[in-house]
């Protein structure tokens, strides 16, 4: 009889890359990376509408200096960005897949050396 049902065994080989462990998704995690990517594109493209805006226009205004860069929203994005490496550093499952890296580089010819 053909049974459609997802099986759990993994046969895995020595030295294969290990599978994510099943759990929960990383909910907070990429609600920062959501909202990074809104900041980000927020002090980028700086819609005129936004930043001649008599209230929002504020938050496009330089804390110090000329830059874009130093504005309260930028400044704010910074710290979302800060927080998201915190999250993905101490995740159970993070989103990005930093532990598997060195592992990788192994893998790869990342430094290997001529001669």
């Given amino acids: 009889m053909l ?9 895995l080989s020595k030295g294969a890359a290990p599978t994510r462990s099943a759990g929960r998704f990383d909910y907070p995690g990429a ?3 959501v909202l990074t990517l809104a900041g ?6 700086a819609p005129t509408r936004l930043v001649q805006d008599v209230e ?3 938050a496009y205004l330089p804390v110090t200096g000329d830059s ?3 504005t309260p929203l930028a400044l704010t994005t910074f710290a979302i960005v800060a927080l998201f490496v915190l999250r993905q550093v101490f995740a159970h499952r993070p989103l990005v897949g930093w532990r598997t890296w060195p592992a990788l580089a192994r893998e790869t010819d990342v430094g ?3 001669c």
Avoid: F
Wanted: aromatic fraction near 4%; glycine fraction near 8%; proline fraction near 4%.
């Fill in 56 to 58: 929002i226009g504020r």
């Fill in 31 to 33: 609600g920062l990376a």
């Fill in 40 to 45: 980000m594109s927020l002090v980028m493209l």
């Fill in 112 to 114: 290997a050396r001529c």
């Fill in 3 to 11: 049974s459609l049902r997802p099986t759990r065994s993994l046969s």
């Fill in 68 to 70: 874009r860069w130093l």
